[in-house]
Antibody, heavy 115, light 106 residues
């Protein structure tokens, strides 16, 4: 059974960074892109970017190019997303997802930015 | 960036009623994909490659369209179909989602 297990909720202060993880079991992440999607409170889904864990190649939505950094560790079958220079507007649920049709999703992690 | 415009934003349907949700793209896309999301849960793949039902999706759902206009149809609304539906294009980067259609049971 394929499972994506995301790290726990984060509370970050403005100007700081957080690093989220997405550990995959039941599937080798070398064989898929890992996508990240956010959802602000009460709002819709927003695609942040994707990484090819096999070679580290990344593509980001323009607005996240200086906000998010995607990495992956194939030895632990885990994808990561670091969010930098946190602002209140970054408060959202962040999902990881994978496979061509976004077949599998993590449970989501709430990131709250507050002083 | 391809902008996806969903309509309606919200709607309510009675049991047995036919429901159609549309998704229009600002540029032509090869396929459209749809997700269902219920409150407090992760999105679920629902329809992929315009018209293929994801595993476990009831056959009262269907998808159609081409170019810049796509739709998701429920032939006969059931209570369990109440949710928010999002379209997604992955024909070109950046991938983009529609703003969502909240479907409620009347």
């Amino acid at each position: 059974e394929v499972q994506l297990q995301q790290s726990g909720a984060e509370l970050g202060k403005p100007g700081t960074s957080v690093k989220l993880s997405c550990k995959v079991s039941g599937y080798n992440i070398r064989n898929t892109y890992m996508h990240w999607v956010n959802q602000r409170p009460g709002k819709g889904l927003e695609w942040i970017g994707r990484i090819d864990p096999a070679n580290g190649n990344t593509i980001y939505a323009e607005k996240f190019k200086s906000k998010a950094t995607l990495t992956a560790d194939t030895s632990s079958n885990t994808a990561y997303m670091q969010l930098s220079q946190l602002k209140s507007d970054d408060t959202a649920i962040y999902f990881c997802a994978m496979r061509g049709n976004f077949d599998y999703w993590g449970q989501g992690v709430m990131v709250t930015v507050s002083s | 960036e391809i902008v996806l415009t969903q309509s309606p934003t919200t709607m309510a349907a009675s049991p047995g009623e036919k429901v159609t949700i549309t998704c229009r793209a600002s540029s032509s896309v090869s396929y459209m994909h749809w997700f269902q999301q219920k409150s407090g849960t992760s999105p679920k793949p629902w329809i992929y490659d315009t018209s293929k039902l994801a595993s476990g999706v009831p056959d009262r759902f269907s998808g159609s369209g081409s170019g810049t206009s796509y739709s998701l149809t429920i032939s006969s609304m059931e209570a369990e179909d109440a949710a928010t539906y999002y379209c997604l294009q992955r024909s070109s980067y950046p991938y983009t989602f529609g703003a969502g259609t909240k479907l409620e049971l009347k």
